[in-house]
């Protein structure tokens, strides 16, 4: 059982034991009670939906932390972390006369496009709290993937308020935060629309590569067979039902034809959100933001209404946030260490990546939504 003041991240890593021992939550001895003044303490965090049971884990993490971390995954969690399991019904009665009580915005993505980079950069500003990768939202999608079919385990109104309920608990910030920026996991980049019909208010920064330095820097990484395979049946149906054709069994694709699938399915449905949420989504190639950090910032910034100090968008390259690798802010980083990267990779990687903007343009030649993509 989740016990006040004994949250144990190895029991957290192992996620379905951990829920089933999280029955009881009317032990008497559990002193920790997170429902207590959640809507004014942004450090209550809700880090864990589970819609088999119904239940939300509640996390106690520090300003600090939640600055510092990139995931807002186990890895956040510690020896000691406070948390409890609660009931959404629980959750939804204190939430219920609530509305968000800060500016939410997002930040939607590809992957490997500088989308922790760009939500430390707006931190670096000022007035705002970046939430990076809230696991939830990952939740939301796989529900949102199935609201209409026999497989739902909730029905869509409830999903819908589930949603709008974890915004009202993202929107929370300390007395100097004017707005919150959620940067999603690229996975759930297929969930803007959905989100932002849900919260009218809210604008969006939706980041993008070219495809040949997406396949170029997503072969780069060591732990891109298992992501590309793993998130491989989600984006073929879904690459399926946009493009409008039948596509090649997964388990016939190489990696870089992976890639390739990676970046057709999650830049279509980039293409949708701009044009489905027009004026409200901002579209931003990584290679302009290398380029021109601070032109980009300042228009990031402008877009969600949030004000810097005088000079700090001119002299962002000077900030430290610019010369670390953002998912790991001890490391030094820079465009510079970046090409390199990209120019080992299309050495060692030069026939997949062939293979992958071959794999594009075959796919380009049946379906006219893919072929608009190679010519915008």
């Known amino acids: 059982m989740v016990r006040a003041g004994a949250l144990d991240h190895r029991d957290l890593r192992q996620t379905q034991s951990l829920l089933g021992t999280s029955a009881d939550m009317t032990d008497p001895d559990i002193a920790f009670n997170p429902l207590e003044n959640l809507l004014l303490r942004p450090d209550l965090f809700a880090h864990k939906l589970d819609l088999n049971i119904e239940r939300v884990l509640i996390v106690e993490l520090s300003r600090a932390l939640i600055r510092e971390a990139s995931f807002l995954d186990d890895r956040v969690l510690a020896t000691g972390t406070r948390g409890k399991w609660v009931q959404l019904s629980s959750l939804r009665r204190i939430l219920a006369p609530a509305s968000p009580a800060l500016p939410l915005h997002f930040i939607f993505h590809t992957g490997h496009v500088g ?75 297929r969930l803007a629309p959905w989100l932002m019909q849900l919260r009218p208010t809210a604008k969006a920064v939706y980041l993008n590569l070219a ?26 149906g879904r690459l399926q039902t946009l493009a409008g054709v039948p596509i090649a069994p997964l388990h016939t694709l190489t990696l870089g034809e992976l890639a390739a699938l990676t970046w057709t399915v999650e830049t279509l449905s980039q ?63 820079s465009p510079q260490i970046r090409s390199q990267i990209l120019e080992d990779s299309r050495r060692r990687n030069a026939e997949e ?24």
């Not at 999608?141 to 589930?162: F, G, K, M």
């Not at 021109?292 to 002299?315: I, M, N, T, W």
């Not at 990546?353 to 915008?376: E, F, K, Y």
Request: aromatic share 4%; charged share 20%; net charge negative.
């Open 353 to 376: 990546i062939q293979r992958g903007l071959r794999w594009i343009d075959a796919v380009a030649q049946r379906s006219p939504v893919v072929g608009r993509l190679l010519l915008a």
């Open 211 to 236: 495809a040949e330095p997406f396949l170029s820097t997503l072969l780069a990484g060591a732990n891109s067979p298992t992501d590309l395979r793993g998130h491989g049946p989600e984006r073929i």
């Open 271 to 333: 293409h949708e959100s701009v044009q489905t949420l027009a004026g409200r989504v901002l579209a931003i190639d990584f290679e302009k933001l290398l380029m021109s950090p601070a032109e980009c910032l300042r228009a990031v910034l402008e877009h969600f209404d949030v004000v810097a100090p005088p000079g700090h968008v001119e002299r962002i390259t000077q900030h430290e946030v610019f010369t670390r690798y953002a998912k790991a802010t001890a490391e030094p980083y």
């Open 115 to 189: 989308s922790t980079l760009l939500s430390r950069m707006i931190e670096s500003a000022g007035a705002t709290v970046a939430v990076r990768e809230p696991m939830p939202l990952r939740t939301l999608a796989e529900a949102h993937d199935v609201r209409d079919r026999a497989q739902a385990l909730i029905a869509p109104s409830t999903l819908d308020q589930l949603a709008l309920d974890q915004m009202v608990l993202w929107s929370r910030g300390y007395e100097d935060t004017r707005a919150v920026i959620v940067k999603a996991t690229s996975a759930t980049g």
